[in-house]
């Protein structure tokens, strides 16, 4: 959400598009590298702590013997997945060449179909809610810090859980 909702601002003037891209990149593939890593190092440590967690990883580890190229190249896009999936794979007897490779072609796949989405969903935005441009930002304001809030809350509850 954060990359579609990125490109819609860089659609409207308010970021430059191309650093959306860059950006949304560099963090998704360092994201993977950082999980991915600790799966390698510590991954059994941390899903034996986490019980949902390891549910996600044995459903993954099921199909990653079966379907590995399907895996490596969709789990970004599986919700629930996205986190899980590198650490199931570093976990795994994956060479790490070849999960850098996946996860590099993987996150770029992943950043053209995102920009899309953004792009065609500002071109949207701006030929049917053209007439309220005047307000945008604060609506955009509005939906980062609604999503802040949301995301916070949902961090306090697994806490004390």
Do not use: C
Not at 12 to 37: K, M, N, P
Not at 38 to 55: A, F, P, T, Y
Not at 57 to 82: A, E, H, M
Not at 102 to 131: M, R
């Amino acid at each position: 959400m954060i990359m579609i909702t990125s490109v819609i601002a860089a659609h409207h003037g308010y970021l430059e598009l191309w650093i959306v891209i860059i950006v949304g990149v560099t963090a998704t593939y360092a994201s993977d590298t950082l999980y991915f890593f600790i799966g390698r190092n510590r991954g059994q440590e941390w899903i034996n702590r986490r019980d949902k967690l390891k549910q996600r990883v044995d459903t993954l580890n099921r199909y990653l013997d079966k379907y590995p190229v399907l895996i490596f190249i969709s789990y970004r896009f599986l919700y629930g997945f996205r986190t899980v999936a590198p650490l199931a794979i570093g976990l795994s007897r994956t060479k790490t060449i070849v999960f850098m490779s996946f996860s590099a072609l993987s996150t770029l796949l992943w950043a053209a179909v995102y920009t899309s989405i953004g792009y065609i969903s500002g071109e949207l935005i701006k030929s049917q809610l053209g007439h309220i441009e005047h307000v945008e930002k604060y609506i955009i304001g509005v939906l980062v810090i609604l999503g802040a809030a949301i995301y916070i809350t949902n961090r306090i509850k697994r806490h004390r859980t």
